[in-house]
């Protein structure tokens, strides 16, 4: 199945779950974290850093086969920066990318999306990838519109 109709499947589940629930936030981006995963499992690391402090990301909900970093600064690694630009940064490969966080060695590509409510940045959806390129712009462009149901 190829990734458009992967993340259309995401949508559907997704859409009925979120939409009218009265889960709150961190229990929104668990349910998140987890269909995403389960349907791209190919992926190493999906998950949320929270904003906890000013300039300041901690880990939230995620799976994956790694331990996360637990804090991230908006200073360093592709989080960071998107954190600071509030906006979507998709890295080729990491090696390339200044201030790279390197939390295992697996790690190849990444996806950093921001989650913003109310004009407000509450946190970042961080997905790795295994092959150099994994991440284009439809991987954007869904998880943009995925996050829009936070």
């Given at each position: 199945m190829d990734k458009i109709n992967r993340y259309e499947r995401i949508l559907n589940k997704a859409v009925p779950i979120l939409k009218e629930s009265k889960m709150d936030d961190i229990g929104k981006m668990s349910i998140i974290a987890s269909i995403l995963k389960t349907?791209?499992?190919e992926w190493i690391f999906c998950g949320f850093y929270r904003v906890v402090k000013e300039r300041l990301l901690e880990i939230g909900p995620y799976q994956g086969n790694v331990i996360a970093c637990s804090h991230i600064h908006f200073d360093n690694g592709v989080c960071g920066a998107a954190a600071t630009l509030n906006k979507t940064i998709i890295v080729k490969d990491v090696l390339s990318f200044p201030n790279y966080i390197a939390c295992d060695s697996d790690t190849v590509s990444e996806i950093v999306v921001p989650l913003i409510k109310n004009k407000k940045l509450l946190?970042?959806?961080?997905?790795?990838?295994?092959?150099?390129?994994?991440?284009?712009?439809?991987?954007?462009?869904?998880?943009?519109?995925?996050?829009?149901?936070?």
């Open positions: 349907e791209f499992n946190a970042v959806l961080d997905i790795d990838g295994h092959k150099i390129g994994q991440f284009d712009e439809d991987d954007k462009s869904y998880l943009e519109k995925i996050l829009l149901l936070i």
